[in-house]
């Protein structure tokens, strides 16, 4: 069975708008409950759909959360990019910080990992709804024609600590995010890994 994102089709008709219903009863539900009590069941009553419908169009509940995630950061701004890999990559790690300092902010990290789990696609599943910021890192580099460093290495080298840092209460608070001396490490760490293998 292929993942696909509902509603990607057919954007005026009825799929659209069930998914539309859907999206909203999930984001209704997590604000009240938090990310982790979110249920199909719940969503499906919330929306006015048969429970049926929502676990063909998203199987699992991780699944819906991942897809209502996506497209939140689908419609925020994009990324800047200016072609400057420091800056550019050091105002994202101060945005991936804001995101997952507040509460429940690491509720797309445990959505991936449990879609990973749970998904009848499983890491495929995970990686095909995190493409949309994927897609935004990829401009950074590019812009700055930075070929010695992929996407994957962001993940590693800038949202991994990061996420490890939230996981443990580690996250400066928003307004001190500019000042944060740890995430301008990452930043230089992503350039000093670009030179070093562009010196290869």
């Given amino acids: 069975m292929e993942v696909q994102r509902s509603g990607s089709t057919r954007p005026g008709g009825r ?26 069941p719940a969503v499906a009553e919330r929306a006015g ?3 049926t ?12 959360l991942l897809d209502v995630l996506a497209e939140e950061i689908s419609t925020q701004a ?9 800056a550019d990559i ?9 995101a997952f300092g507040r509460p429940g902010g ?18 495929d599943a995970a990686r095909f709804f995190a493409e949309p910021r994927a897609e935004q890192i990829a ?11 992929t996407v994957n290495d962001i993940f590693d080298l800038v949202v991994a600590p990061i996420v490890v840092w939230a996981s443990l209460g580690a996250i400066p608070t928003t307004t001190a995010v500019a000042e ?5 490490r990452l930043a230089d760490n992503v350039v000093a890994i670009r030179n070093a293998r562009a010196r290869r």
């Fill in 15 to 40: 799929t659209a708008r069930t998914r539309q219903a859907v999206h909203a009863a999930a984001r209704e539900l997590m604000s009240e409950l938090g990310p982790e009590r979110l249920t199909i």
């Fill in 49 to 51: 759909v048969h429970a």
């Fill in 53 to 64: 419908t929502v676990y063909r169009r998203w199987q699992t509940a991780e699944a819906l």
């Fill in 78 to 86: 994009p990324l800047a990019v200016t072609g400057d890999l420091h």
């Fill in 90 to 98: 050091l105002r994202y790690a101060r945005s991936v910080a804001v």
């Fill in 106 to 123: 690491l509720a797309v990290v445990h959505a991936l990992l449990a879609t990973a789990r749970t998904h009848p696609r499983g890491v």
């Fill in 139 to 149: 401009a950074i580099l590019d812009a700055s024609q930075a070929v010695e460093i």
């Fill in 180 to 184: 944060h001396d740890a995430l301008r």
